[in-house]
C-alpha cells in the first residue's frame, strides 16, 4: 500500500478528464504523486492478468513514507483528498485511498497483526504507524479490503493520539499531527460513521496552532470535511464552504491562500461537470484572475486550470486555438516548478494535440516536457520524461486503432498502414505487443475480419524475423488469435472435472446460454467482473442462463477459497491433470479475463463478452425475446457516445503461455 509524505509535497496536482459530450470534467487536488502498482502476475501460473499493466514502469515515488495519504479512489469510494502540510509549498493533499490495486506494494501478510496499539515511548508508536503504512489490507472484495483498511486507519490515528497525549519534541508532534490527521481524513473518505465530525473537530482544535505547517493541514481538513459534504448536494455545507474560502482567500499565510483557491477552484469544477450555467465562465475567469499571482503553486494551479479547459474545448471541438494551448503550456513549464501537475496537464495537451490531429504540436509538446523532467529529482517524473516520446506515438496508435474499431475499411487500411509503419522502426518485441492488443481490441468491438487483417500482417513481417524466439512468439499469437477468430459459429464443448473433483457434465447444458468464463485465482481483474457475472446469472437464470467458469490455477491454487470468499453461485471446473488446460488450448486463450458465450444450440455466438457487453448481449437475447445476436452485432458491442466519437481501445496485457 501506496502512502505519500505530507511533509515534501512540492506542487499542486491536477486530476482532470475531458466528458466525450461536450463537458469539461475537472478535479483540482494540491498534493503529491501517487504510486503506481506493479504488474499483478503469478509467476508459478502459465496466464497473465489482463488490464493490470503499471502506468509508471513501478518507479513509485521518492519520497518516504511518514503520515501520508492513502489512495481509495479507485474501489469506488468518493474521496477529497487527505491532509498535511508542505515545506513552503501548499497543504498537500492527495486523491485519498487505495491505489489502483489494494495488493500492490507493501508486506505479504500482517494487517490482522496490527489490531492494538502497542505501549511504548513516542518512537516505537511511530515505528508502529510506519509499520500500519506498508502493510495492506486483508480481503478479497472491495468490501473486506475497506473495513480492513478501516480499521487500520482506526489504529494508526489511535497511535498517533497516544504520541500526542505526552509531551513528544516538535519533530515528533507534527508526524503524530499529520497521522492522526491523514488517518481521520480517510475514514471520512471511506464513509466511517461518525468521522466526519471527528475529523473536523481535531482539525478545528488545531486553526491556531503555533506551528504553521500544522495551521495549514487543519484548514486544508475543515475545507475538505465541508467540500465532501458540498459535493454531496448539502446546501448548508455548500454555504459554509463558500464563506470559508472567501475568509481564506486574502490570508497572509501563503499555503492557506493556496489551500482556500484550490478549494475554490474545486468547487467552481465541480459545477462544471455537474453542467451548471455559467460556471465554466465562472471558473475561466477565478482562474484568471489568480494565474500571475506571485506564490508560484496558486500560479501553477492556475494555469493548470486554464490549459485543461483549453484543450478540453480543443478536443470538444469548442475551440481551435491551437497555439494559444501551446503557448500556455510552454509559460507553465517556465514557472519552474515542474510538479506532477504539471505532467498531467501537459500529457492531457498531448494527447488533446494528437486526438485533433494537430501532429506537429503534439511533438513540439512531447520535446517541451521531456526536456524539461528528464532530469527530475522524482524518478518516476524522470521516468515518464523518458517514457512521453514513445507514448506520443502510442497514442497516435491507440486513436487510429480506436478509428478502426468503427469497421470503416479505410480507417482499418490507416491501421495496417500505421502497424506498417511502425514495424519498419522495428520488429521488437513491444511493437508486437501493440499490434496484439489492436487485433484484439478489433474483435472485441465485433470486427473479427479486421483483426485477422492485422494478424495477417504481423505474420508476414514477424515469420522470418532473425530472432527464433519473437518469430516464435509472434507466430504463436497469431495461431492463438486463429483459433479464437475461428469459434465463432462453431460448436463447442467444456471438459473437465468441478473443483471438487466430481466429474462434470457439459450435456446438461444443452439448450441453455452458456456464458464460458476463462479466470484465475491471482487475475485481478477476472476477479472485478464476477460481481456483474453474478448480478447477470441471478436475473436470468431462471430464463435459460448459466454460467461455466473455467479456473486456470494450477493444482493447489485458490480456486476454492475464491469461489466461497466471493459466493460464486456457478459451477467452475478446472483441469483433470496438471498442465495446459484443454479447453484454454481449444479455444486459444492466452489473456484472461476471457469469456466466451454459447447459444441454446451449441454454437459460439461471440467471445470477450464482458461488462457492459454481458449486459447488452443478454438484454438482447431475453428482455426483447430474441435470438442471441451474433458477434459484431451492435447489442453486443460497447456503443460510441452520444458525440459519434469512436470507441475508445481497450488496454490490454499479453499473457503469454508456456510450452
Known amino acids: 500500500m501506496a502512502i505519500q509524505n505530507l511533509q515534501r509535497c512540492d506542487a499542486a496536482r491536477v486530476l482532470l478528464s475531458f466528458c466525450t459530450v461536450g463537458v469539461l470534467a475537472i478535479l483540482i487536488s494540491t498534493g503529491c504523486g501517487q504510486s503506481m502498482p506493479d504488474k499483478v502476475t503469478a509467476e508459478s501460473s502459465k496466464y497473465e492478468a489482463a488490464g493490470d499493466e503499471n502506468d509508471d514502469g513501478g518507479q513509485g515515488d521518492d519520497r518516504s513514507n511518514s503520515g501520508g495519504v492513502f489512495d481509495q479512489d479507485d474501489l469506488g469510494v468518493a474521496v477529497t483528498g487527505g491532509t498535511g502540510a508542505g515545506q513552503g509549498a501548499p497543504p498537500s493533499v492527495g486523491s485519498g485511498g487505495f491505489p489502483r490495486d489494494p495488493f500492490a506494494g507493501g508486506q505479504a501478510t500482517g494487517a490482522t497483526e496490527l489490531l492494538q496499539v502497542p505501549e511504548g515511548p513516542p518512537e516505537e508508536l511511530l515505528a508502529f504507524i510506519r509499520k500500519i503504512e506498508q502493510t495492506r489490507p486483508a480481503g478479497f472484495s472491495p468490501e473486506e479490503q475497506i473495513a480492513s483498511f478501516q480499521q487500520m486507519m482506526r489504529v494508526r490515528g489511535a497511535a498517533a493520539a497516544k504520541i500526542l497525549a505526552q509531551d513528544v519534541p516538535p519533530e515528533i508532534r507534527l508526524q503524530a ?37 500544522i495551521r495549514t493541514a487543519a484548514v486544508q481538513g475543515k475545507i475538505n470535511v465541508l467540500t465532501r459534504g458540498a459535493m454531496a448536494g448539502d446546501p448548508a455545507s455548500v454555504q459554509a464552504l463558500e464563506v470559508y474560502i472567501e475568509s481564506l482567500v486574502d490570508s497572509e499565510s501563503d499555503p492557506i491562500r493556496a489551500a482556500a483557491i484550490q478549494a475554490k477552484l474545486t468547487l467552481l469544477g465541480n459545477m ?30 492556475s494555469r493548470i486550470t486554464l490549459l485543461s479547459i483549453e484543450a478540453g474545448e480543443l478536443v470538444n471541438g469548442e475551440g481551435d486555438d491551437v497555439a494559444a494551448i501551446t503557448t500556455q503550456l510552454q509559460e507553465l513549464i517556465a514557472l519552474g516548478n515542474k510538479s506532477e501537475g504539471v505532467m498531467a496537464v501537459g500529457k492531457m495537451v498531448v494527447m488533446a494535440l494528437t486526438r485533433t490531429d494537430h501532429r506537429d504540436e503534439a511533438d513540439q509538446a512531447v520535446q517541451w516536457l521531456t526536456e524539461a523532467f528528464r532530469d527530475h529529482a522524482n524518478p518516476r517524473l524522470a521516468a515518464q520524461a523518458e517514457q512521453l516520446a514513445e507514448q506520443g506515438d502510442a497514442m497516435a496508435l491507440r486513436f487510429t486503432i480506436a478509428d478502426a474499431m468503427s469497421g470503416d475499411p479505410e480507417k482499418v487500411e490507416a491501421l495496417i498502414s500505421a502497424l506498417t509503419a511502425l514495424f519498419a522502426k522495428g520488429l521488437t518485441v513491444d511493437s508486437l505487443h501493440q499490434a496484439k492488443m489492436s487485433a484484439i481490441n478489433l474483435v472485441e468491438s465485433g470486427q473479427p475480419e479486421a483483426a485477422g487483417q492485422v494478424f495477417a500482417t504481423i505474420k508476414q513481417h514477424y515469420s522470418g524475423h532473425e530472432n527464433p524466439e519473437i518469430a516464435r512468439m509472434a507466430l504463436d499469437a497469431v495461431a492463438k488469435a486463429e483459433l479464437r477468430l475461428d469459434l465463432i459459429g462453431k460448436p463447442l464443448e467444456i471438459t473437465g472435472v468441478q473443483l471438487d473433483g466430481s466429474p462434470f457434465d457439459w450435456e446438461a447444458y444443452a439448450g441453455k446460454l452458456v456464458l464460458v468464463d476463462f479466470w484465475a485465482s491471482w487475475c485481478r481483474p477476472c476477479l472485478a467482473e464476477f460481481p456483474n457475472i453474478e448480478r447477470n446469472y441471478q436475473r436470468y437464470r431462471d430464463q435459460g442462463f448459466e454460467v461455466v467458469g473455467v479456473n486456470m490455477d494450477q493444482a493447489g491454487g485458490n480456486a476454492n477459497m475464491i469461489v466461497d470468499r466471493m459466493q460464486l453461485s456457478w459451477t467452475n471446473v478446472m483441469a483433470e491433470s496438471a498442465g495446459l488446460d484443454p479447453n484454454a488450448e481449444r479455444c486459444g486463450v492466452d489473456l484472461i479475463p476471457f469469456s466466451v458465450l454459447i447459444g441454446p444450440d451449441g454454437i459460439v455466438r461471440a467471445t470477450g463478452v464482458h461488462g457492459e457487453k454481458l449486459d447488452a448481449a443478454l438484454a438482447a437475447a431475453f428482455d426483447a425475446g430474441d435470438e442471441t445476436p451474433a458477434a459484431g452485432s451492435p447489442s453486443i458491442q460497447d456503443s460510441p457516445e452520444a458525440d459519434g466519437a469512436p470507441v475508445e481501445p481497450v488496454e490490454r496485457v499479453p499473457a503469454e503461455i508456456e510450452p
Open 272 to 301: 462544471v461537470e455537474n453542467g451548471l450555467p455559467g460556471a465554466l465562465e465562472s471558473l475561466r475567469e477565478f482562474a484568471t484572475s489568480t494565474r500571475d499571482d506571485s506564490y508560484v503553486h496558486i500560479a501553477e494551479m
Open 177 to 213: 499531527v499529520f497521522a492522526r490527521l491523514d488517518s481521520l481524513e480517510a475514514l471520512a473518505s471511506t464513509k466511517s460513521p461518525g468521522a466526519d465530525q471527528e475529523f473536523l473537530a481535531f482539525a478545528e482544535s488545531l486553526l491556531d496552532d503555533e506551528e504553521p505547517d
